[in-house]
């Protein structure tokens, strides 16, 4: 996802590029994010890893979802004060942990991420 490093990155969500990869409640989550991230005075640097997994897949007439499960992986991806430069991470913070998302199908038949859940008691 490499809007959302970009957009973590520099604090300032692209929304073109956020619609074409998310929809719905993820696309919402997103940009809540971002605004916290942006209020607390924070940017991310360096980079996620992800690996995800499709686990299931479902047509239902004209629609269609996907599930997914990621190993996201932070360990390269620093929360940072943008005004100075500090490691704004917690200490002990869950640096691997599962993911799980769905993706649906939309009208333009491309696939955008509808929901996602961090779950950082599931460490990977």
């Known amino acids: ?3 959302r490093i970009e957009t973590f990155a520099t604090g300032h ?19 809540a994010d971002v605004i916290a991230a942006q209020g607390a005075g924070m940017v991310f640097k360096g980079t996620p890893v992800f690996k995800p997994e499709v686990t299931a897949v479902e047509v239902q007439g004209a629609s269609s979802t996907a ?9 390269n991806w620093k929360p940072i004060i943008a005004a100075t430069g500090v490691d704004a991470a917690q ?4 640096l ?3 993911v799980s998302a769905t ?3 939309t009208q ?5 991420i ?7 008691s599931r460490t990977c």
């Open 1 to 3: 996802m490499e809007f």
């Open 13 to 31: 969500a692209d929304v073109q590029k956020q619609s074409k990869v998310t929809t719905g409640a993820a696309y919402d989550k997103i940009a």
């Open 67 to 75: 599930t997914l499960v990621d190993c996201l992986d932070i360990t």
């Open 91 to 94: 200490p002990g913070q869950v």
């Open 96 to 98: 691997r942990y599962v």
């Open 103 to 105: 993706a649906v199908k």
């Open 108 to 112: 333009d038949s491309a696939w955008r």
């Open 114 to 120: 509808s929901e996602y859940t961090p779950d950082r």
